[in-house]
């Protein structure tokens, strides 16, 4: 089946650092992928769809300054949280859609990434 | 934009007991999926339904797309410990991008 990996799974940082989270499909192309923001006992937030080869759409809300989205090929898109604060820890998780004009492909998702500044 | 409603927000159930929830979406859906995740994973596809009226198993869980195409819900027969967990409904959310709308989740815990 579809493989989504991230990473890294966990990072404890301390106040005023920029993390960078990867995420790669491993056996399939992905011209668009997705990056969630999910907090304690709540559903996934989607921050920003990630196309391949132009800029990120970013979600109302969401400061596309802070949270910088590269996706240089058709396998790897990275979110790197810029000048991390206590209130951006979270759980971060990315997604995966088959490269294809159909449009109920669904999603396949990463095992998230546990970010926790200090 | 587009909301889904899940229902019940969480189960307390004994091992061996059917389960069932549901969502409900504000608008047409042409798609419905169904997620699982674990504490501290990504979520993880369980059925993807297509068609209305589309009544689809994956082993011990059934999903129905619902006839109005506003609805579905997920049975799980037989509920065993490794059931545990976060299930979410979703669907397409709106504009060119393949956008996922999420509902709430329901938590179901199973006593053995």
């Known amino acids: 089946g579809a493989v989504v990996s991230q990473h890294p799974s966990r990072v404890i940082c301390k106040s005023g650092t920029s993390v960078k989270i990867e995420c790669r499909s491993l056996?399939?192309?992905?011209?668009?992928m997705f990056w969630y923001r999910q907090f304690p006992k709540q559903s996934l937030m989607l921050m920003a769809t990630?196309?391949?080869?132009?800029?990120?759409?970013?979600e109302q809300g969401v400061e596309k300054d802070k949270f910088l989205i590269n996706h240089a090929s058709l396998t790897l898109s990275t979110l790197t949280v810029t000048s991390a604060h206590p209130e951006d820890s979270s759980f971060y998780i990315c997604?995966?859609?088959?490269?294809?004009?159909?449009?109920?492909?669904?999603?396949?998702f990463g095992d998230g990434t546990r970010l926790s500044i200090l | 934009g587009q909301q889904l409603n899940q229902s019940p927000q969480s189960m307390f159930i004994q091992e061996g007991e059917d389960v069932s929830m549901n969502c409900t979406s504000s608008?047409?859906?042409?798609?419905w999926l169904w997620y699982k995740q674990d504490p501290g994973e990504g979520p993880v596809l369980l059925i993807a339904l297509y068609k209305a009226g589309e009544l689809t198993s994956n082993g011990r869980l059934t999903a129905q797309f619902g006839i109005t195409r506003k609805d579905s819900f997920l049975n799980i027969s037989a509920s065993i410990p490794s059931d545990v967990g976060i299930y979410f409904c979703?669907?397409?959310?709106?504009?060119?991008?393949?956008?996922?709308?999420f509902g709430k989740g329901t938590l179901l815990t199973v006593n053995p």
């Open positions: 990630s196309n391949e080869g132009s800029k990120a759409t970013y």
């Open positions: 056996d399939f192309q992905a011209t668009t």
């Open positions: 997604s995966a859609r088959y490269h294809s004009k159909l449009s109920n492909q669904p999603q396949h």
């Open positions: 608008s047409i859906f042409n798609t």
């Open positions: 979703a669907g397409p959310g709106g504009g060119s991008n393949y956008k996922l709308t």
